[in-house]
């Protein structure tokens, strides 16, 4: 079977007058998973996924989508792009949006009740959008952004502004979409958040792009609850560990094979385990290698 590639960028400039947002810049994404974009405000990510996407003309360069031009309006019946909610209409309803939608893709209107299941959006979907939280605006964004069933779905900040629950769904959803084998590219400055959701992330800055693979930054620590920090905390130290001591937990940083060792130790000396959590750290550490404090 052929792969097609699902996005392209060869050599893409885009310039507000002198200043070079985009700067002759190259990518190639040939699988399903998810690719964070990410940077400081206004260094063009936004930009970036509107040329990519042909809502804004680039000044050189050639842009191809599942190996489409973006030109080709046609390509765009298996792509979305999730923008953010100044898209939307206060006055139509949340049905009013998505029957457009299903319309302008020649969708069955069961499609709309599947999707509105799935986002969990039936209390207000016949609501005016003006009467929305932010948070519901997200949904019905995200609605509106699979109801095509992508291939290729480009996202603008979407882990913003989520409450917890809302936050574990649009996981979910992101998860989702790459097992039923979509190419998710997403701009976030949600740092923890990128963390729970990607490896791959594409820093952009000063006009270029930095493909990174975030295991090689990937840092585990350990949160442990005890009976008795201060034992626990200076048998630990004795032990060659590095600790951080927090009000109610340490915090040891180590790799999943010496979590064994470290517990015995605790254990042994009679010192009860009352929590133990596993935390994974990687993007923020990068961020700052790239962009300073
Ligand atoms: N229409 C425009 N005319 C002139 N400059 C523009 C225009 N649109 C964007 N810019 C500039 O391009 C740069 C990139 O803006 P963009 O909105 O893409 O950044 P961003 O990374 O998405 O920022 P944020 O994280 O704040 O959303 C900024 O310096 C911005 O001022």
Same mark, same amino acid.
Request: a neutral charge.
């Given at each position: 079977?052929?792969?097609?590639?699902?996005?392209?960028?060869?050599?893409?400039?885009?310039?507000?007058?002198? %200043? *070079?947002?985009?700067?002759?810049? @190259? /990518?190639?994404?040939?699988?399903?998973?998810?690719? &964070?974009?990410?940077?400081? $405000?206004?260094?063009?990510?936004?930009?970036?996924?509107?040329?990519?996407?042909?809502?804004?003309?680039?000044?050189?360069?050639?842009?191809?989508?599942?190996?489409?031009?973006?030109?080709?309006?046609?390509?765009?019946?298996?792509?979305?792009?999730?923008?953010?909610?100044?898209?939307?209409?206060?006055?139509?309803?949340?049905?009013?949006?998505?029957?457009?939608?299903?319309?302008?893709?020649?969708?069955?209107?069961?499609?709309?009740?599947?999707?509105?299941?799935?986002?969990?959006?039936?209390?207000?979907? %016949? *609501?005016?959008?003006?009467?929305? @939280? /932010?948070?519901?605006?997200?949904?019905?964004?995200? &609605?509106?952004?699979?109801? $095509?069933?992508?291939?290729?779905?480009?996202?603008?900040?979407?882990?913003?502004?989520?409450?917890?629950?809302?936050?574990?769904?649009?996981?979910?959803?992101?998860?989702?979409?790459?097992?039923?084998?979509?190419?998710?590219?997403?701009?976030?400055?949600?740092?923890?958040?990128?963390?729970?959701?990607?490896?791959?992330?594409?820093?952009?800055?000063?006009?270029?792009?930095?493909?990174?693979?975030?295991?090689?930054?990937?840092?585990?620590?350990?949160?442990?609850?005890?009976?008795?920090?201060?034992?626990?905390? *200076?048998?630990?130290?004795?032990?060659?560990?590095?600790?951080?001591?927090?009000?109610?937990?340490?915090?040891?940083?180590?790799?999943?094979?010496?979590?064994?060792?470290?517990?015995?130790?605790?254990?042994?000396?009679?010192?009860?385990?009352?929590?133990?959590?596993?935390?994974?750290?990687?993007?923020?550490?990068?961020?700052?290698?790239?962009?300073?404090?």
């Amino acid at each position: 079977m052929i792969k097609i590639t699902r996005l392209m960028l060869r050599d893409v400039l885009k310039k507000y007058k002198s %200043h *070079k947002v985009i700067d002759h810049v @190259s /990518l190639k994404i040939e699988d399903s998973g998810i690719w &964070a974009l990410v940077g400081p $405000n206004g260094v063009g990510k936004t930009t970036l996924l509107n040329c990519i996407c042909n809502i804004i003309p680039i000044n050189s360069g050639k842009i191809e989508l599942l190996g489409e031009s973006n030109k080709n309006f046609k390509v765009f019946e298996k792509i979305s792009y999730l923008q953010d909610n100044t898209i939307l209409f206060n006055y139509l309803t949340g049905y009013d949006h998505l029957k457009y939608v299903c319309d302008s893709h020649r969708l069955p209107k069961r499609r709309i009740q599947e999707v509105v299941e799935y986002v969990g959006m039936e209390n207000y979907l %016949h *609501k005016k959008v003006g009467t929305y @939280s /932010l948070g519901m605006k997200q949904h019905l964004l995200v &609605a509106i952004s699979i109801v $095509n069933r992508p291939k290729l779905l480009f996202m603008d900040e979407p882990l913003n502004g989520l409450d917890p629950s809302s936050s574990i769904l649009m996981r979910k959803i992101l998860f989702d979409l790459v097992e039923q084998g979509t190419t998710v590219i997403l701009s976030s400055h949600n740092l923890a958040e990128i963390d729970r959701v990607t490896n791959q992330i594409i820093f952009i800055k000063d006009g270029k792009l930095i493909e990174i693979d975030r295991n090689e930054y990937t840092e585990t620590r350990y949160v442990f609850k005890l009976s008795n920090q201060v034992l626990a905390n *200076k048998l630990l130290l004795d032990s060659g560990y590095t600790i951080q001591q927090e009000k109610d937990a340490i915090i040891v940083t180590i790799g999943e094979e010496d979590l064994n060792d470290c517990i015995q130790i605790i254990q042994n000396n009679g010192v009860t385990i009352l929590d133990l959590q596993k935390e994974v750290t990687g993007s923020e550490k990068l961020y700052t290698k790239f962009f300073g404090k």
